[in-house]
């Protein structure tokens, strides 16, 4: 897959805070002319939306639940992603494989081998250019998310489940330290965002 755009996932534990650096990056990089694509996963296309729902409030098994993650994600990247970046987009994802790694693989304790495959079936050798890694507590996080709103099936678990994520982030991360930036999640806004533009920064974009 040949492209000239950047594709950049914003990836944490639920409570991490990330998606609301995802908007405020964004016009710091139109302001430098670049054209954006912000979307998420599960999600990001019609199909992958509705598979989103299916995935956050029914009841199914980890199988069920990785495919059809990785369902919605062949459906994003094919009619969304690559042709962002194929036109020279900076694309901003809210999530992508390395969620499937940490909460099917980390929280639910899915074979990893599969995913692997999966991955590789699912995405063509297609991997982020960058991935801000939100990595905070979970018991910091869980408070964050307080209990403003019924949760989904993921919001849902309890600490222990989101310490299995969170050490499935970090497995991600020592494999392809290149790819990944951890960002400390756990502080003020302002420190958070700083984090984020030097990441930027520091590759010069
Ligand atoms: P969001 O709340 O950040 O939009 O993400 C939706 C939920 O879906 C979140 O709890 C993490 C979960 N998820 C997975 O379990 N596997 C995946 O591959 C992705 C992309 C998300």
């Known amino acids: 897959m040949s492209s000239s755009g950047r594709f950049i996932t914003f990836e944490g534990i639920d409570g991490a805070g990330k998606s609301s650096h995802i908007e405020p990056l964004a016009g710091w990089l139109r302001q430098r002319g670049h054209e954006l694509v912000l979307t998420r996963e599960p999600g990001g ?72 495959t999966l991955e590789a079936w699912v995405q063509q050798g297609r991997q982020p250019d960058l991935t801000l890694w939100f990595d905070l507590p979970a018991a910091t996080a869980a408070a964050r ?30 494999h392809d330290p290149q790819r990944f930036v951890r960002i400390d999640a756990g502080g003020e806004r302002a420190a958070v965002w700083a984090q984020v533009l030097a990441a930027l920064q520091s590759r010069a974009w």
């Open 45 to 116: 296309t019609e199909l992958a939306e509705s598979l989103r729902e299916l995935v956050l409030h029914q009841p199914m098994d980890a199988l069920t639940e990785a495919l059809l993650v990785f369902a919605a994600r062949r459906d994003h990247l094919v009619r969304q992603i690559e042709p962002a970046l194929a036109r020279g987009a900076v694309v901003l994802c809210d999530r992508y494989t390395d969620a499937s790694f940490a909460y099917q693989g980390g929280g639910r304790g899915f074979d990893l081998a599969v995913l692997s």
């Open 145 to 174: 998310r307080g209990a403003a709103r019924a949760p989904d099936r993921f919001e849902a678990q309890d600490e222990a489940f989101f310490e299995r994520v969170r050490a499935g982030y970090a497995r991600r991360a020592a």
